[in-house]
Every structure is written in structure tokens, then in C-alpha cells.
């Protein structure tokens, strides 16, 4: 027991062993301001950003062909979509490789044809906005990201019925 209450004595009498040091006589380092410490109290310059322009004139017309291609994609698509539904619906309780079977994978084999257009043309876009990026050319970015997030969108939508309809199936 006594050597358990010498320890805390120890570290008292160290810690104020410390703080006693200063005491002898010697001055506390100063806390003004040094001369050095004011050069540096300057604002860095500004730097001029100029925004994106608009589309340069030889991109508006891929841009209309990309999105003219994804309207068409996704008409295509919503067309053949209440077949293919109805299709895997019938196949729903039908073995493996049977014909029920066999008839609704070719309907949803459609359906993924059917938005190849959709697809190419968000594959162009991404390429063209890598490029574009690259080469530090930001006019028309902005246009081309928006159609790029809105073909992105309806592909994920398009991708989500083909994983239902494919999830409805045996087998899969």
C-alpha cells in the first residue's frame, strides 16, 4: 500500500519541478509579433477562370443525331417492352429451356437490341466528354454532360425493367 501512494507523489513533484524552471529568472519568450511573420499576411493573386462557352457549331449536330437516336431507342424500347413483359409472364411457371422459356429470353433479347442506339450514343458522349476534358476544351461541357446524364438515366431506367423481366424467369 505505501508504494501505491508514492507514485502519485512522484508525478506531482515532477510536474511542479518543471514549472518551476522558468521561475529562476529568466524572461518568457515574447508573444508579439515578429517582424517575418507580417509578410506573409498578403492575399495570393486572383486567378481569372473564364466559364464555358456554348457548343462549338461542329458538335450541336452530334449532339441532336445522339439525342434523336436515344428518342428513337427508347420508343423502340417502350414498344417492344409490353410483349416482352406479357412473354415472361407466361413463361413464369415453364422448366428451363422450355419453349415458354426460350420465346420470353428472345423478348428480352429485343428488348437489349432495341436500345443499342441509346446505348452507342451515350458510349460517343462519354468518349467525346473524355476528349473534350483532356484537351482542356470546356466549351460546350455543359451541354454535352446534360445530355449525357439524361441518356444515362433512361438507359438505368431501361436497365431496371430488363433485370425484372430477366429476374421473373426460371433459372435466372
Given at each position: 500500500m505505501k508504494r501505491a501512494s508514492?507514485?502519485?507523489?512522484?508525478?506531482?513533484?515532477?510536474s511542479l519541478s518543471a514549472c518551476a524552471g522558468g521561475v529562476s529568472g529568466e524572461a518568457a519568450p515574447s508573444l508579439a509579433h515578429r517582424a517575418v511573420e507580417g509578410?506573409?499576411?498578403?492575399?495570393p493573386?486572383?486567378?481569372?477562370?473564364?466559364?464555358?462557352?456554348?457548343?462549338?457549331a461542329d458538335l450541336t449536330g452530334r449532339l441532336a443525331?445522339?439525342?434523336?437516336?436515344?428518342a428513337a431507342a427508347?420508343?423502340?424500347?417502350?414498344?417492344?417492352?409490353?410483349?416482352?413483359?406479357?412473354?415472361?409472364?407466361?413463361?413464369?411457371?415453364?422448366?428451363?429451356?422450355?419453349?415458354?422459356?426460350?420465346?420470353a429470353q428472345q423478348a428480352i433479347s429485343r428488348l437489349i437490341a432495341a436500345r443499342a442506339p441509346l446505348t452507342g450514343a451515350l458510349a460517343d458522349i462519354d468518349r467525346l466528354y473524355l476528349?473534350?476534358?483532356?484537351?482542356?476544351?470546356?466549351?460546350?461541357?455543359?451541354?454535352?454532360?446534360?445530355?449525357?446524364d439524361r441518356l444515362a438515366d433512361t438507359a438505368s431506367a431501361q436497365d431496371a425493367v430488363i433485370e425484372a423481366l430477366s429476374r421473373q424467369l426460371p433459372g435466372e
Open positions: 508514492l507514485f502519485p507523489s512522484a508525478i506531482a513533484a515532477l509578410r506573409f499576411n498578403v492575399a493573386p486572383s486567378v481569372v477562370v473564364t466559364p464555358p462557352g456554348p457548343l462549338p443525331r445522339w439525342s434523336s437516336d436515344a427508347q420508343q423502340a424500347f417502350a414498344a417492344e417492352r409490353g410483349n416482352a413483359a406479357s412473354l415472361v409472364s407466361a413463361a413464369a411457371g415453364a422448366p428451363v429451356a422450355s419453349e415458354r422459356w426460350v420465346v476528349d473534350r476534358s483532356i484537351d482542356a476544351a470546356v466549351d460546350g461541357l455543359p451541354d454535352i454532360y446534360a445530355l449525357r
